[in-house]
């Protein structure tokens, strides 16, 4: 059966793509804002909540270091995503069973690999950040306890990126909402009513991080789509697991690459006193929720043209991509303004330190005006990573957003050293990056259209087996 529309699934391959897309990302934005105010719960109720005074800072400082490891998870299920609807789309029902059963392997082991580096890399890291005193045992214990969860975030992404490449982004919407209602329950019941601090906000991410694993994967094992889940297929297929991390892996270290060039920036900050540091934190929050919600449109960019690809509807990649970034510069545009109208609101969520919003502010202040500009980065690299193509745009995301920032960090902030400055550097790397990526997919787009066969409009296929697409 050829990928398409079935039951509450979006179809990727006919009907009006601006509404399809819309569609297909209105519950993922529902389920990216959730996922962040769960999130952003643990950083509130340490917050206003904690009898602990350093709570707060102690989980803040944490922040980029577990966006650094979770990207690597969040990576690889961008390339479940990726692999499985290019499968649908060529109708290779057989391929996408195949890849479902090996990614849920590959996907749980690597969460294992990921804790054990995150775990294992914590102390070291963190202290050379040069996080405070005052914050490292806290946010060691943080680090410690949240990375029990990994396997399990990494088995929940893993079933959201074949949900998402069907065009079902419902259930994932639903699985996510029970599990974060469950993590703010237990935060509050944790840190108000057993007297813990930042062990209870990650005691309670644990938890919900095994909930929604669970949820997702009892209900793959019910689907009646070709990538249920049967214990009798469930082993590895060696070639596609080739092909999952050469889509996955690359596409993790993106993520990774942006969080490890952001640890020099945490660096910066630490430079400056507690205020600085606690207002970064509560502003980080702003980031993280613009992002993620831009972030659907970045999913839908990959899923449409994956499947587009695979079933030959070559009329139909590019309208993908500019209508996916179209829309995600429109929610950072928009996003950007409302937080900063309502900054002083926002920043008191978090604290309840005048000295510490006006510090968040100052952030604010850079980034709600910039957000949109990460779309033309971001919304290319999603669309090269559907066309198969994660090695040269992970290239040019080291180069743009790591050196780059590295080198602004020791060279350029210095010269005034002054917060502005130092956030500053995140719209001018999106925008040297977002040029060079566009450059790429220019060329990428007219070598992966021209794999396309017109006569059956599918991809160009090994006639000795249906292997995964190359």
Not at 107 to 113: C, D, E, I, T, Y
Not at 131 to 160: E, H, Q, R, S
Request: aromatic content about 10%; proline content about 3%.
């Amino acid at each position: 059966m050829r990928g398409g529309k079935t039951g509450a699934a979006v179809d990727m391959t006919g009907g009006p793509l601006f509404k399809n897309i819309f569609l297909f990302s209105l519950p993922l934005m529902l389920s990216n804002v959730l996922q962040v105010l769960f999130n952003m719960s643990d950083v509130a109720v340490v917050g206003r909540f904690s009898s602990d005074v350093n709570a707060l800072g102690a989980v803040g400082s944490t922040a980029t270091y577990v966006a650094l490891f979770t990207g690597l998870l969040i990576g690889l299920g961008t390339g479940v995503n990726a692999v499985v609807a290019q499968r649908l789309g060529a109708g290779d029902d057989s391929g996408a069973a195949r890849t479902a059963h090996t990614a849920l392997i590959v996907s749980a082991a690597f969460g294992l690999v990921v804790a054990a580096l995150a775990i294992g890399l914590a102390r070291p890291v963190l202290t050379l950040m040069g996080t405070k005193a005052d914050y490292l045992p806290g946010a060691l214990t943080y680090v410690y306890i949240y990375f029990t969860g990994a396997a399990g975030t990494a088995v929940y992404n893993f079933g959201n990126g074949v949900f998402s490449a069907d065009g079902d982004t419902r259930k994932p919407l639903v699985f996510l909402t029970i599990a974060g209602a469950t993590n703010i329950v237990l935060n509050l019941f944790f840190v108000i009513v057993c007297g813990m601090s930042v062990e209870g906000v990650a005691l309670a991410s644990t938890i919900s991080q095994w909930l929604s694993c669970i949820l997702i994967v009892v209900s793959l094992t019910k689907t009646d789509r070709p990538y249920k889940l049967r214990l009798s297929l469930l082993k590895v297929d060696g070639k596609i697991v080739k092909h999952l991390l050469l889509t996955g892996i690359p596409a993790g270290i993106q993520n990774a690459i942006f969080q490890l060039a952001n640890l020099f920036i945490q660096s910066g900050i630490n430079t400056f006193d507690k205020s600085v540091v606690e207002g970064n934190t509560a502003a980080v929050n702003a980031d993280t929720l613009v992002f993620e919600l831009m972030a659907a449109f970045y999913t839908a960019g990959t899923s449409f043209i994956g499947q587009n690809f695979g079933a030959g509807r070559r009329e139909r990649i590019l309208k993908c991509y500019f209508i996916s970034v179209g829309y995600a510069f429109v929610a950072g545009l928009a996003l950007g303004l409302g937080i900063y109208a309502c900054s002083d609101a926002f920043l008191s969520i978090f604290t309840k330190g005048a000295a510490v919003i006006e510090a968040g502010r100052s952030r604010l202040g850079v980034m709600c005006l910039s957000y949109a500009v990460s779309a033309f980065m971001d919304g290319t690299i999603a669309a090269a990573r559907g066309l198969n193509k994660t090695i040269v745009p992970t290239v040019l995301v080291i180069l743009g957003s790591c050196v780059f920032r590295v080198f602004w960090v020791y060279v350029i902030f210095p010269i005034q050293g002054t917060t502005t400055l130092l956030y500053l550097l995140y719209p001018v790397s999106w925008l040297i990056t977002a040029a060079a990526e566009i450059i790429y997919f220019v060329f990428a787009y007219r070598g992966a259209v021209r794999l396309i066969t017109p006569p059956d409009g599918g991809l160009q296929k090994d006639k000795a087996e249906a292997s995964p697409a190359k």
